[in-house]
């Protein structure tokens, strides 16, 4: 990050400040971005800012270019890689892809009306790291596996063994619905033993939308998309935690997808939800 005067407005008439995230003032990466920030200092906060052509933000362009998932993708990866070196030298607020401002004026302008709560918020996840979970389950799997084990099931299914043709129909049916029942039964069980082992860790958690199956390759079903707010100290408990919950609940169908470490994203939704100016 390169020193920023917060009262010049801009580099050039034709230029605008994109912001990338709120620091501490005194935090600095040990190497610099590329390209390097500017920081646009303010009391104890300090903004990290890249200088843009007003021109390629223009609304019309803007809108076709978020319309755009390879122009989207391709800026939302260098916008995290950006943010990612920024987090190895203290807490970060991120800032959404794309947040605008006029001049340095707009952007000291948000730093001195939010200082107190800004400051708060970044002392609060010093330390600490998003990590991501999301946990699927292979339906077909889980039903296979409660059938041999549900004492009714197997009942159901040895009567329909024996039975008529039009019994055994009704048995199956009955099996069916049950196992879909124990399915949906056991799936809720997963989701609240896997919250509750996680909080027991002093973890916050943050709950996140499931994504629709049509949003990935996936077959299976996600069940549960969370954010955990991780002391970077007690990452390798919630580690070990997981990956021992991922074994034991393999063999009903469930895996579990960790990612991370984030920018703090879900749990700095005053500074995500910061507004262009």
Not at 59 to 75: K, Y
Not at 105 to 118: F, I, M, N, P, S
Not at 189 to 213: G, M, N, S, T, Y
Not at 224 to 250: I, K, M, Q, S, T
Request: charged fraction near 25%.
């Amino acid at each position: 990050m390169q020193g920023h005067d917060p009262q010049r407005p801009g580099r050039g008439p034709g230029e605008l400040l994109c912001l990338y995230g709120i620091v501490r003032a005194g935090d600095r990466p040990s190497k610099p971005s590329s390209p390097p920030l500017d920081a646009i200092v303010h009391g104890r906060l300090a903004a990290l800012v890249e200088c843009v052509p007003a021109e390629e933000f223009q609304p019309e362009i803007l809108a076709a270019n978020l319309g755009s998932i390879e122009w989207v993708t391709r800026a939302a990866r260098r916008h995290e890689a950006m943010l990612e070196e920024v987090m190895q030298a203290g807490p970060v607020i991120p800032a959404r892809l794309c947040t605008l401002f006029s001049g340095s004026d707009a952007v000291c302008e948000l730093l001195a009306g939010r200082e107190d709560a800004l400051a708060a918020l970044l002392e609060r996840l010093a330390g600490r790291e998003e990590r991501g979970l999301k946990i699927h389950c292979d339906e077909l799997a889980l039903r296979r596996a409660l059938a041999e084990t549900d004492r009714d099931a197997l009942w159901l299914a040895a009567a329909a063994a024996s039975a008529s043709p039009g019994q055994a129909y009704l048995f199956t049916r009955r099996r069916d619905a049950l196992l879909s029942e124990l399915a949906e039964r056991r799936i809720e069980e997963v989701q609240d033993f896997v919250l509750d082992a996680i909080e027991a860790l002093d973890v916050d958690v943050r709950i996140k939308p499931v994504l629709a199956d049509k949003g990935s390759n996936r077959t299976d079903r996600m069940i549960l998309n969370l954010a955990a707010l991780v002391e970077r100290d007690g990452r390798p408990h919630l580690d070990e935690l997981l990956d021992g919950l991922a074994a034991d609940l393999r063999a009903q169908g469930f895996s579990f997808e960790q990612s991370g470490p984030w920018p703090p994203y879900s749990f700095a939704a005053s500074g995500a939800d910061i507004e262009a100016a």
